[in-house]
């Protein structure tokens, strides 16, 4: 049974920083691809970061560059997103996910499983 379970949310003022976690379990996770996109209110899902099987390729929104890092543990099956200088438009839903592609995944035609969604909310 595939599970990726976020976590890590919660509210903070701008400015400020929090750290995403996204453990998955049911997958050989050394070789997939991961990504975090994210959901705000009355918008749609947006690409945020992805990481690729060997963690080596990274790639970023443009809102979030220089601002988040991705990264990724393979000995504890668990996917990272940094998140520094935090602005009231990073709040949304923020969701992990996987692909079995092994590249850094952008589009959600690419993503096979989906976390839960983890909320972030910043303060102005």
């Known amino acids: 049974q595939v599970q990726l379970v976020e976590s890590g949310g919660g509210l903070v003022q701008a400015g400020g920083s929090l750290r995403l976690s996204c453990v998955v379990s049911?997958?050989?996770?050394?070789?997939?691809?991961l990504g975090w996109f994210r959901q705000a209110p009355g918008k749609e899902r947006e690409f945020v970061a992805a990481?690729?099987?060997?963690?080596?390729?990274?790639s970023y929104g443009d809102s979030v560059k220089g601002r988040f890092t991705i990264s990724r543990d393979n000995g504890k099956n668990t996917m990272y997103l940094q998140m520094s200088s935090l602005r009231p438009e990073d709040t949304a839903v923020y969701y992990c996910?996987?692909?079995?592609?092994?590249?850094?995944?952008?589009?959600?035609?690419?993503?096979?499983?989906w976390g839960q969604g983890t909320q972030v909310t910043v303060s102005s």
């Open positions: 996910a996987t692909s079995p592609y092994g590249r850094v995944v952008r589009a959600e035609d690419d993503v096979d499983y």
């Open positions: 990481i690729s099987y060997t963690g080596v390729v990274t």
């Open positions: 049911g997958r050989f996770f050394s070789r997939l691809g």
